[in-house]
């Protein structure tokens, strides 16, 4: 009967520490690019580059930490040029460390074009605004 009574016990107190906790973090607070802007031609005059079909890449993303793997998202695109957002999206594209890759052959109007990013692992959602600029020359 008293082992009976310590079992409960241990049981007892091992129960309330068996909640939902997320699973491990994600942090973006010190987010950035370096440098923060992708200057893409909208005509191609490298050679090399049309051969290959080398899509414009930017730099990975730092200083964003968390649990891997971390996907990254477009959330939202502003602009002071009127854009398709179905093209751009179509045309830019964010690979998994944060590399946003441009195809040689878009159909994006000349302008700036501010990003918004969202970071996403399994537990965390988090939204980094205005963190890359594209410029269309």
């Known amino acids: 009967m008293k082992y ?5 016990a241990v049981v007892g107190m091992l129960l309330p520490s068996c909640k939902d906790y997320p699973v491990g973090y994600l ?13 893409v031609k909208k005509e191609v ?5 049309i051969e290959f079909n080398i899509p414009w ?4 993303i730092e200083g964003v930490e968390g649990t891997a793997p971390i996907l990254y ?7 002071q040029t009127s854009f398709d957002m179905d ?27 501010v990003i918004s990013l969202q970071a996403k692992n399994e537990g965390h959602t988090q939204l ?3 963190i890359f600029t594209i410029v269309i020359e």
């Open 57 to 60: 890449l930017s730099l990975p």
């Open 128 to 130: 980094i605004s205005d």
């Open 45 to 49: 005059t490298d050679p090399h580059r």
């Open 87 to 113: 093209q751009f999206l179509k045309d830019v594209n964010v690979r998994g460390n944060g590399i946003f890759e441009v195809a040689l052959d878009h159909k994006i109007p000349s302008g700036n074009y």
């Open 73 to 79: 998202t477009i959330k939202e695109v502003k602009s």
């Open 27 to 39: 942090s973006t607070e010190y987010a950035k690019y370096n440098p923060d802007e992708l200057l």
């Open 4 to 8: 009976i009574v310590i079992i409960v």
